[in-house]
Structure formats: C-alpha cells, structure tokens
C-alpha cells in the first residue's frame, strides 16, 4: 500500500503513482470509474476514506483522484482527451512514481502556475491553497452549479427530470407514479433492446445532499420483487461504497445506480440543460520547442 500522506500539503499528491498503477493493470486506459475503483482495490481503502464527502457533498477520494489527473496530464503522462477516458502516455506507460516524485511534480506545477499567475497579475490568494481546495474536479466549475439547481428542484419536478432524462435515454411508456407508501418507487418505463427484447424498469428519484446507503438499496429491490426486471435509482448525492456493493450482491438482481456525477454526465451528453460552448487552453509545451 502506497504511503498515505493524510496531514501534508494537498492529499491528492497521494494518488499520482496509483493512478498510473491502475491505469497499467487497466490496459492503458479507464473510465474515471474504473479507475477509482481499481486504486480503492489496489490500496485496500477503508469504507470510511471512499465515503468521505467534501463541503459540497461530492466524494472527496474521486475528486482527489480528479485532481491527481490534472496534474498528471500536464506533466505529460496521461492523455488530455476530453472524451471521458483517461489513458496513458508513452512517457506515462514507463513511470512509475514514490511520494516524494509525485510531490515534485506537483510542487514543480505550483510554481509554473505562480509564475504564470504573476504576469497576468492575477488576484494574490496563495496558490497551493486555492489548487488544494477540493470542491469539485478541475476546471469543472459548471458541474458545481447544475448541481446546486438539481437539489434545489422540488420532488415532483426531479421526478419529471428524471422522467425526461430517461426518456431521452430511449425509455418508452416512462411514466411518474406519485404515489405514496410504494416502496419508494417513483416511476417505471420499458427499455426496448431489440424488436425482440425489452425490460420493464422501475426508478427512484433522491434529492439527496448526502449518501444513499445500502438499506435503501435493499428496501428498492424488495419492491421491485415480481413487478419489473430492474430498477435504477438516480440521486443528486453519492452512494456508499457498502450501497455499491449491495446493489451488485450476487444472487440478487442488480440495480443501477446513478450519482450526482453520472446524472450530470446524462444531462452534458444529451444537451439538457447544459450548453456546450467551444473555448481553447494554451499548450505550452508545444510552444517549448520555439523558445531556443
């Protein structure tokens, strides 16, 4: 197990070397998911750590995990493709990092980032502070936003939400129960596979700040028992590791799990409520070549 630093600098110097052991045992690439799961399982992380939540109520080890890879990108080891999947480099396949690497390279980016920060003369606030705030995943500050919407609709309007979102999904039948004392079922909808297979599907909305935790998983699916072949519940919180695991115990049918992070993922990808707009980050390192 990696040597975890809990009270130095920022924390999410600890995941540099991890997150190219994963990415390696990975075949090169990942899901963010994927990733995060396989350092969890690589470094025998404790449920407490993986349900830790920052001040806005995302878990803090995934935006660690986040930040770790922006620093790791700009070092040149990891890919910038905005497509999703992180993946190694060349130079990223062939490196592997200690602590004391990881935290060079990130106290080498600080220093760049200073520099660059001064003959801007941007605002004076120290910068290893303002990088080291863990509130949301790097230059990702309209997640923060929709998300503060999401909690803030009423239940019936998430549920609509979530109706909409399903439907776009290619859903058919989605309909909003509102009904009370069902188990927590709040809709249900048909998912057609082919012209010869479709699933009936169950959902339940939680507009939750917080986690979901396994009971509730359990209680979902006893509701589930004899009325559809699965179900899916969509949160504006996080989901537990131990809700995780029972939401894919075996033996029992699986239910999907959707967190705030993956609900914001849907909306981005299918342009609701969030509009994409072009804009361009300067790649210095190309320009290196040119300044000799």
């Known amino acids: 197990m990696a040597?975890?630093?809990?009270?130095?600098g920022a924390q999410f110097v600890n995941w540099f070397g991890p997150l190219l052991d994963a990415l390696r045992k990975l075949g090169g690439s990942g899901s963010p998911d994927e990733v995060t799961e396989q350092i969890a399982a690589d470094q025998q992380l404790a449920d407490?750590?993986?349900n830790e939540l920052t001040?806005?109520?995302?878990?803090?080890?995934?935006n660690q995990v986040a930040w770790a890879r922006f620093y790791l990108?700009?070092?040149?080891?990891?890919?910038?493709?905005?497509r999703g999947i992180w993946s190694l480099t060349e130079r990223g396949r062939n490196t592997t990092l200690t602590y004391e690497?990881?935290?060079?390279i990130f106290l080498r980016w600080v220093a760049i980032f200073q520099e660059r920060r001064k003959a801007k003369a941007a605002h004076t606030e120290p910068l290893e502070e303002r990088l080291a705030e863990e509130g949301g995943e790097p230059a990702n500050d309209y997640r923060s936003e929709v998300l503060e919407v999401l909690r803030a609709l009423p239940p019936a309007g998430f549920e609509r939400l979530?109706?909409?979102l399903?439907?776009?999904a290619g859903f058919i039948h989605v309909e909003v129960t509102g009904k009370s004392n069902d188990g927590g079922i709040d809709g249900f909808g048909i998912l057609v596979i082919n012209p010869l297979v479709s699933f009936k599907v169950l959902f339940q909305c939680k507009r939750y700040a917080n986690s979901v935790t396994p009971s509730l998983v359990r209680d979902f699916r006893g509701a589930m028992v004899g009325?559809?072949?699965?179900g899916i519940i969509i949160t504006t919180g996080t989901f537990t590791a131990e809700a995780r695991r029972e939401a894919n115990r075996d033996g029992a049918p699986p239910i999907e799990l959707v967190d705030s992070e993956k609900l914001i993922d849907m909306l981005a990808s299918l342009e609701l409520g969030l509009k994409p707009i072009t804009t361009y980050e300067v790649e210095e390192r190309f320009f290196d070549e040119f300044m000799g």
Request: net charge positive; hydrophobic share 20%; proline share 2%.
């Open 55 to 62: 001040s806005s109520g995302q878990p803090r080890f995934k």
């Open 162 to 164: 979530a109706q909409r």
């Open 166 to 168: 399903l439907r776009e």
């Open 73 to 82: 990108t700009k070092e040149g080891l990891l890919d910038s493709s905005k």
């Open 227 to 230: 009325r559809a072949d699965k």
């Open 3 to 8: 040597k975890y630093n809990k009270n130095e």
């Open 48 to 50: 407490d750590i993986l």
């Open 101 to 104: 690497q990881a935290h060079e």
